[in-house]
């Protein structure tokens, strides 16, 4: 299931007529979120917070369900019921339309503005309203805590997440040419998803150097090693920040 979350800005210039921001945020499985917003003519909010639906459909997947989030009664009322506000019919009628040429399953549900999608929808649509660039999306974020001592040949990961907590126990080999506190840190990159902020407390001084510059490597395997994890979590949109020594 692919998901939109959608809001509008809205701003009278002269009775009867307005200038309207809309925002986009669609998340689709296995792929970071894509951030869509534009202005618009509009009469009032509810014609720009539906351009934002219709501009959903229109990126989404054909052929695939879509869930849309918004926290607009008349446009859930509208595309959702069919029993809208008479003024929103032709545009309500556009969105079913392009939905039904494009075979999406559409879906309309509430979700208040406190939802961190809808936030990043919202500061869409109030920046295009103004003409202004889209603002940076806020990435999801994990804490990430490394409990790796020099006599063992084991350490532990521990992935926190809003509701979730992954758990890992990673063996180190002592024969690699990557340090076991980096050999630790390595393996806690590879939990995260794809676009996630990690927040790494007790990552060792020199798996923090190793990290930011891998060149600094003595051995030339481990320098290898290390450049392409890091090259992995940037294509992969992943980015380390460190709050600490272990």
């Known amino acids: 299931m692919n998901h939109a979350y959608v809001d509008a800005s809205w701003h009278e210039t002269q009775e009867g007529h307005g200038v309207g921001g809309w ?13 869509y917003q534009g202005q618009m003519a509009a009469p009032d909010n509810n014609a720009a ?14 052929g695939e369900g879509l869930r849309v ?7 859930i009322a509208s595309v959702g019921r069919g029993r809208g506000p008479h003024l929103l019919a032709d545009l309500t009628r556009e969105v079913l339309d392009e939905a039904g040429a494009r ?27 103004r003409g202004l660039p889209p603002p ?8 990430v805590l490394i409990e790796q001592r020099p006599a063992l040949t084991e350490a532990r990961v521990s992935l926190r997440r809003p509701g979730e907590r992954v758990t890992a126990h990673i063996p180190l080999d002592p024969l690699s040419d990557v340090p076991p506190s980096a050999q630790a840190l390595l393996a806690a990159v590879t939990l995260a998803r794809p676009g996630e902020h ?14 930011h510059r891998p ?31 272990g």
């Open 23 to 35: 925002g986009l945020i669609l998340l689709r499985p296995g792929t970071l979120p894509a951030a």
């Open 49 to 62: 917070e539906l351009r934002a639906v219709l501009e959903a459909v229109r990126h989404a997947p054909p």
């Open 215 to 245: 060149d600094r490597a003595l051995l030339p395997a481990a320098h290898t090693a290390l450049a392409q994890a890091r090259q992995a979590a940037d294509g992969q949109g992943v980015q380390v920040q460190f709050q600490g020594l």
């Open 136 to 143: 940076a999306l806020p990435g999801p974020q994990a804490e």
């Open 69 to 75: 989030h918004t926290d607009n009664e008349a446009v």
């Open 103 to 129: 075979a999406v399953a559409l879906r309309v549900t509430y979700a208040p503005r406190t939802r961190r999608h809808m936030q990043a929808a919202h500061d869409l649509a109030n920046a295009a309203r």
């Open 198 to 211: 990690l927040l790494v407390r007790r990552a060792s001084k020199l798996a923090q150097a190793l990290w």
